[in-house]
């Protein structure tokens, strides 16, 4: 496929993700309102920022009068998954693809980019890529823009609605290759049977959501690849 | 708020870049190790389905909306429609559960 046609797929692809950005961005921005940022403001470090739970612990301590070092930390713990989420990245780029293109890629990592790019067959051609951020980049900061703008006068049912779009792209991506391959199957049933244990029993409360996703991919995904390596033409 | 809004915005987008950029800029070859390719390999999808359940079943407004649009997705999934109609399934399903539940 051309660039063009890549840019044309990858666009197709963010148009679920715009508008489940727009829906989540737009709480985002009454947060934003409520820690005293302008809408300009919020509309700006949604642009930058591109993650909602590092961008909603920043704005809660921002609100609280915090200091510049423990909004940069929040946000490191907070966004820490997409350390892991660039390092697997880094191996579906071709190792020939330039720095530029790695540089505008690692812009907007955030959990849906990574799982449709990811999703892609073979390796992943950049342009992909950009075709998505062009219309999530637009749709995650100008959702923003309007929450702090317009508060609460989006109908909550349609919220609610939209709310699901990103949570129905996640399984969209790993539903078919989990019913091709059983040991992918098995390991969604155990992620999300171990995901609400985490949630629901106390115990585990002392972990923030980031944190709590980022140990449960660790371990889980470590446990797999040392029982069920992968054969070498699984990866192409 | 008495210090500077701006300073805060730089602080928040200079760690979100750095963690995403270091290691797709600094990762420049493929991975040979069998774990670490293995390890890599089975992220996204385990990522995913820790991300999903049970944060799908409170996003909406009643659970049981929530619970009608997991389902509804996931057998389109396992169907294999794209991205797109399993999303926008989701939120109708969802929607209209709403308008009856609610």
């Known amino acids: 496929m051309n660039k063009r046609a890549l ?5 197709r692809d963010g148009i679920p993700i715009a508008l489940g950005y727009f829906a989540v961005s737009f709480s985002l921005g009454i947060a934003a309102r409520n820690a005293g940022l302008t809408a300009f403001q919020a509309m700006l470090a949604s642009l930058l920022n591109n993650a909602s739970a590092g961008e909603h612990a920043a704005f809660t301590l921002i609100g609280a009068g915090a200091g510049y070092l423990e909004v940069a930390l929040i946000t490191l713990i907070a966004n820490a998954r997409y350390l892991l989420m660039s390092c697997a990245l880094s191996q579906k780029l071709d190792s020939s693809t330039p720095l530029l293109p790695r540089m505008i890629i690692g812009f907007d990592v955030t959990d849906e980019i990574f799982g449709v ?19 999530a980049l637009p749709g995650w900061a100008l959702g923003t823009y309007f929450g702090v703008l317009l508060g609460n006068i989006l109908p909550v049912r349609l919220v609610s609605a939209l709310s699901v779009a990103l949570y129905g792209m996640f399984i969209a991506v790993f539903m078919p290759p989990a019913r091709q391959n059983k040991i992918i199957a098995a390991l969604v049933v155990i992620s999300m049977a171990t995901s609400w244990l985490f949630a629901t029993v106390e115990l585990f409360h002392f972990m ?3 944190i709590r996703i980022i140990v449960l991919t660790v371990l889980i995904s470590a446990a797999a690849a040392l029982l069920f390596p992968i054969k070498e033409e699984v990866q192409e | 708020m008495t210090r500077n809004p701006y300073i805060y915005i ?3 987008a200079a760690v979100s870049y750095l963690i995403r950029v270091l290691p797709l800029t600094l990762i420049r070859k493929e991975i040979k190790n069998r774990f670490l390719r293995s390890f890599l390999y089975y992220v996204p999808y385990v ?3 820790v991300m ?4 799908i079943i409170s996003a909406t407004g009643s659970v049981w909306s929530g619970w009608l649009g997991f389902i509804a997705a996931l057998l389109l999934g396992w169907m294999g429609k794209g991205l797109l109609p399993v999303a926008c399934t989701a939120c109708a399903v969802v929607f209209l559960s709403e308008l009856i539940l609610l």
Not at chain 2, 52 to 55: E, I, L, Q, R, Y
């Open chain 1, 7 to 11: 840019l044309a797929k990858g666009a």
């Open chain 1, 117 to 135: 790019s990811i999703a892609q067959p073979g390796k992943l051609n950049p342009w992909y890529t950009y075709g998505v951020m062009l219309l």
């Open chain 1, 208 to 210: 923030s959501e980031g």
């Open chain 2, 10 to 12: 730089l602080c928040m």
């Open chain 2, 47 to 49: 990522t995913l389905a």
């Open chain 2, 52 to 55: 999903t359940f049970p944060a």
